[in-house]
Antibody, heavy 120, light 107 residues
Framework: EVQLLESGGGLVQPGGSLRLPCAAS????????LSWVRQAPGKGLEWVSA????????WYADSVKGRFTISRDNSKNTLYLQMNSLRAEDTALYYC?????????????WGRGTLVTVSS | DIQMTQSPSSLSASVGDRVTITCRAS??????LAWYQQKPGKVPKLLIY???SLQSGVPSRFSGSGSGTDFTLTISSLQPEDVATYYC?????????FGQGTKVEIK
């Protein structure tokens, strides 16, 4: 089955860190760019970070730049988001999303999401 | 950065009605626009890419049009299962950005 499965979410204190893995299956992982998209409770979608198939570049939204790091391990078919210096406004459901082959940066496959709550 | 503005923010229509949602970019983005449907409590689903290309498996009552700065998503005959929030997304250049969403309800 073609799918993305996020994990690693939970409750963390402000200033804390969390690492989110996203395990992929059912498709050629190293042929697709991947992104993280988040959705705060009751709010809209916000693109967070993206990485191309080879993992040689990365892009970040201004809201997370310098605090979050995206990476991928193509040998393990897994995408990661390292989140440091977390703030209350980072509370959201974090989705892993796949772009189709050819570096068109829309998202044709989404995971179910993992919830990150930043609170003391 | 390019901003994406959707209108209306919400709408209520009857089953069978033609529904149109608009997305406007603050600068031209050619046809690098996608539309997503998010049903309550569910994961976003790709409907349209390249402004007017229907994603495989999406019902033909959904269509997209536009280029440059102005885009529309049309549902030709609204069905009960179309109750959802719809988002546009531009992807011509970094940073990729979503519109704020349009909530569609049945009257």
């Amino acid at each position: 089955e073609v799918q993305l499965l996020e994990s690693g979410g939970g409750l963390v204190q402000p200033g804390g860190s969390l690492r989110l893995p996203c395990a992929a299956s059912g498709f050629t992982f190293n042929s697709h760019a991947l992104s993280w998209v988040r959705q705060a409770p009751g709010k809209g979608l916000e693109w967070v970070s993206a990485i191309p198939p080879g993992g040689d570049k990365s892009w970040y939204a201004d809201s997370v730049k310098g605090r979050f790091t995206i990476s991928r391990d193509n040998s393990k078919n897994t995408l990661y988001l390292q989140m440091n210096s977390l703030r209350a406004e980072d509370t959201a459901l974090y989705y892993c999303a796949r772009s189709p082959q050819g570096l068109s940066w829309y998202f044709d496959l989404w995971g179910r999401g993992t919830l990150v709550t930043v609170s003391s | 950065d390019i901003q994406m503005t959707q209108s209306p923010s919400s709408l209520s229509a009857s089953v069978g009605d033609r529904v149109t949602i608009t997305c406007r970019a603050s600068q031209g983005i050619s046809n690098f626009l996608a539309w997503y449907q998010q049903k309550p409590g569910k994961v976003p689903k790709l409907l349209i890419y390249a402004a007017s290309s229907l994603q495989s498996g999406v019902p033909s009552r959904f269509s997209g049009s536009g280029s440059g700065t102005d885009f529309t998503l049309t549902i030709s005959s609204l069905q009960p299962e179309d109750v959802a929030t719809y988002y546009c997304q531009k992807y011509n250049t970094f940073p990729w950005a979503f519109g704020q969403g349009t909530k569609v309800e049945i009257k």
